[in-house]
């Protein structure tokens, strides 16, 4: 199967599909939803309702999201509550 538009040179041809082996398994990650900030607070939520902790139970990447998304989160806080009026 050919990919139709992308050459974008003068010359040459439009270049080939490869099989789906052919490309790293990364690749077909990236078309998946991540979890949102509200999706991560429902599930600290859930697990301080079991008396469990959300550091122990998280994994060291969804960890890491949480703490990212929380930290912009509060950052555009900050910056909307700042901002002239």
């Not at 429902?42 to 930290?71: N, Q, T």
Request: net charge positive; no cysteine.
């Amino acid at each position: 199967t050919k990919v139709v538009g992308l050459n974008y040179l003068k010359t040459g041809s439009d270049p080939e599909l490869g099989s789906d082996d052919a490309y790293p398994a990364w690749l077909w990650t990236l078309s998946e939803a991540k979890e949102s900030l509200g999706g991560y607070e429902r599930r600290i939520a859930a697990l301080k309702a079991e008396g469990l902790d959300w550091r122990a139970e998280f994994s060291e990447e969804d960890a890491k999201r949480y703490r990212k998304l929380e930290r912009t989160h509060r950052i555009r806080e900050n910056n909307a509550s700042r901002a002239k009026k």
